[in-house]
């Protein structure tokens, strides 16, 4: 634990340096640098240490605040989560120097490095504090950094915008925190974390500490329909913060609801059901918001709200094998979900970092301004590739494995005796509409992107990132590969996770026994066909060079970027199928007559809920407060004595009321 918290403390401070060295041209970069990788391998060290040696894996010390003790403890759930926390605030801080120095931006470059070494410090202590007034302090501090890198580029009205409406939600969440959190003390008589299974699941209390706990912890993680921050904040941060808080941020509130159902024996069913049904919506929903989206990085975090979804539904399907005495399913499921938190923490950084290079060199966001970017970016491209093959579910990368996990705990609610568990598998089509939808996503991504001519200038003359920014992107690529090739070295941490989780006996065999065996075959044959492919390539390759010419385009002569498909009309059937939940905007595209005159057509898919509903609605209420405002404080001393009056009265008729 000494190590942990060094590790923390370095990553806490990285940033403070920076602050005075004002007359420095890096800012402090490097020494932050320097701090960040230094707090990161000790970290990553201390972790280690602990899961080798659990009888010290915790820390108890006395402080000046009611409430308990300031408690840390690492154990295997606390260490799925943490992992993906140190690697890719490492690999995000080197990114930086080559995305986002100093010397091009010294208005904001130190603020930058202050939080992101402050947002990955308190994560790490909101991922091992085992305190409830810890916990929701370290969360505080992690909302609030957040808040600062998500407003960046403050200048601009759609980056304060998203920084507002993702504070809103944080604080909003909170509230629900602090409820959570004051009904465990009720019930416990402290704020120290209860021992697994150790609560009553029966009693009143737990139901709403479930419901605030899906409610708090849902804002965070990004389930529909609670994901209305997300979107914006991802698209208006830097990349390599997008990269962190949608590879490990979010999962905050996957880790606050793995915990907290934790504390509970055997759960009710609806429990598991409402997880299960809220991961298929936001799976759903998520991929096909991302479908219709034109942003590169909009499209990538609607994604987040995707496999957000997918980790809910091997979620669920624990709690219900936890409710009906399934150790197969809660093993599996609950395995799925947290490989799928290591997974998407990896290959969803990759592709913002992959998103951040194509800006790098483009300048613009918007995916229709790309084009043939691969003769240009052909390490980026590559790169890019891997994380979209990971984030499909294809062998044999990362992505894979955990789905397969998923899909087999689902399969395997079939033995049940009971009913309830059996409606888990309307899951299983689900899950495979989400994949099927993922890949025409990213089929369209880099085909648009990197395929094809280019569309503009910008797309034409772009250059490869520099190696600051392909090394991160390499190493996450190589850890996606290596999970897909070989998923049996996370196994024993899965294991002990779902033991520790379901108060079984360790599950590990279990998962021997179901889970590798047929993902490895797969992900040999993936394997297999990759390198085929590769060595297809080289050969083609080694061959004499050919004159190099425009993308084919169906044998007429003369083609042009116009010619190509757009983002818009690649996705256009897919957005008509799924209009009533996206219900886009469409202008223009209609022609008359044999000989049209030139026309234009624009289409945009807003937010349904936060667009069209949550942002009209509060527009309403500020009115009717308006009006009522208008009413209420009208300026007379007589009304202002009145009310006094009034609340007076209301007073003295509670204190009355409770004597009697």
């Not at 000046?64 to 003790?69: F, H, I, L, T």
């Not at 120097?97 to 470059?109: A, D, K, Q, T, V």
């Not at 991922?127 to 600062?148: C, D, K, Q, V």
């Not at 399913?329 to 998407?344: C, E, K, Q, Y």
Request: aromatic share 10%.
């Amino acid at each position: 634990m000494t190590v942990f918290i060094t590790g923390t403390l370095l990553l806490l401070f990285s940033g403070v340096p920076g602050l005075f060295g004002r007359s420095s041209p890096t800012g402090g970069e490097r020494t932050a640098l320097t701090l960040l990788l230094g707090g990161a391998l000790l970290g990553t060290g201390g972790v280690i240490a602990a899961l080798k040696h659990p009888a010290e894996a915790s820390l108890t010390l006395p402080w000046a605040v009611p409430g308990g003790d300031f408690s840390l403890a690492i154990d295997p759930i606390s260490a799925c989560f943490l992992f993906p926390v140190f690697l890719i605030a490492a690999l995000g801080a080197v990114y930086a120097l080559g995305y986002w120095p100093h010397r091009s931006n010294p208005e904001n470059g130190r603020k930058l490095r202050l939080f992101y070494g402050l947002i990955a410090g308190s994560l790490a202590l909101v991922l091992t504090a085992h305190n409830s007034l810890l916990f929701l302090a370290a969360w505080e501090i992690m909302a609030l950094a957040g808040f600062f890198l998500v407003t960046t580029e403050e200048k601009y009205l759609e980056t304060r915008r998203a920084g507002f409406i993702y504070l809103t939600c944080a604080h909003t969440g909170t509230l629900a925190l602090f409820a959570l959190f004051i009904l465990l003390e009720q019930n416990l008589g402290s704020f120290t974390f209860p021992a697994p299974a150790a609560l009553d699941d029966n009693s009143g209390p737990a139901s709403a500490i479930f419901l605030l706990a899906l409610f708090g912890f849902g804002i965070k993680a990004g389930l529909t329909p609670l994901h209305i921050w997300l979107p914006g904040a991802h698209a208006a941060a830097p990349s390599h913060i997008s990269a962190f808080l949608s590879g490990v941020m979010i999962k905050s509130g996957i880790y606050g609801l793995v915990r907290i159902c934790s504390f509970f024996a055997a759960p009710p069913a609806w429990w598991g059901m409402t997880v299960l049904t809220l991961g298929v919506i936001s799976g759903v929903l998520g991929v096909a918001f991302a479908i219709a989206q034109h942003d590169i990085k909009r499209l990538l975090a609607y994604h987040s709200v995707e496999n957000i979804g997918i980790i809910a539904i091997g979620l669920g399907a624990a709690l219900l094998g936890k409710t009906y005495d399934q150790p197969l399913l809660t093993a599996l499921g609950l395995a799925g979900a947290l490989l799928h938190v290591i997974n998407h923490g990896l290959f969803k950084s990759l592709l913002f970092l992959g998103a951040g290079a194509v800006i790098h060199a483009t300048g613009t966001r918007e995916i229709e301004h790309y084009g043939g970017l691969l003769r240009g970016l052909p390490l980026t491209g590559i790169a890019f590739l891997g994380g979209a093959v990971a984030i499909c579910g294809l062998p044999p990368l990362n992505g894979f494995v955990s789905e397969w996990l998923i899909y087999l705990g689902l399969f395997h609610a079939l033995e049940g005796a009971t009913l309830l568990p059996r409606l888990s598998l309307f899951a299983i089509p689900a899950l495979a509409m989400i994949g099927g939808l993922a890949l025409a996503c990213f089929v369209k991504v880099f085909g648009i992107a990197f395929l094809g001519a280019p569309r503009t200038p910008a797309a034409a003359h772009a250059h490869e990132a520099p190696a600051s920014m392909l090394w991160p992107m390499g190493l996450l690529l190589t850890c996606c590969l290596l999970i897909g090739l070989w998923p049996g070295a996370l196994l024993p941490l899965l294991g002990q996770a779902a033991s520790l989780w379901s108060g079984e006996t360790p599950p590990v065999p279990l998962l021997t026994k179901y889970a590798p065996a047929a993902a490895l075959s797969w992900s040999a044959l993936g394997l297999f066909l990759l390198l085929a492919g590769a060595a297809c390539g080289l050969r083609l390759g080694l061959r004499k060079a050919s004159p190099r010419v425009s993308t084919w385009g169906c044998g007429y002569p003369l083609p042009t970027a116009r010619m190509q498909y757009t983002a818009s009309s690649f996705g256009a059937l897919l957005v008509d199928l799924f209009r009533w939940g996206l219900r886009p905007d469409r202008h223009g595209g209609e022609t008359q007559g044999l000989l049209p005159d030139a026309a234009e057509f624009s289409c945009h898919t807003p937010d349904t809920i936060l667009d069209r509903g949550v942002i009209p609605f509060c527009r309403r209420a500020i009115r009717l407060f308006g009006r009522l405002r208008a009413v209420v404080q009208n300026g007379s001393t007589s009304f202002y004595l009145l009310y006094v009056a009034l609340a007076l009265a209301a007073l003295l008729t509670l204190a009355t009321l409770s004597r009697g």
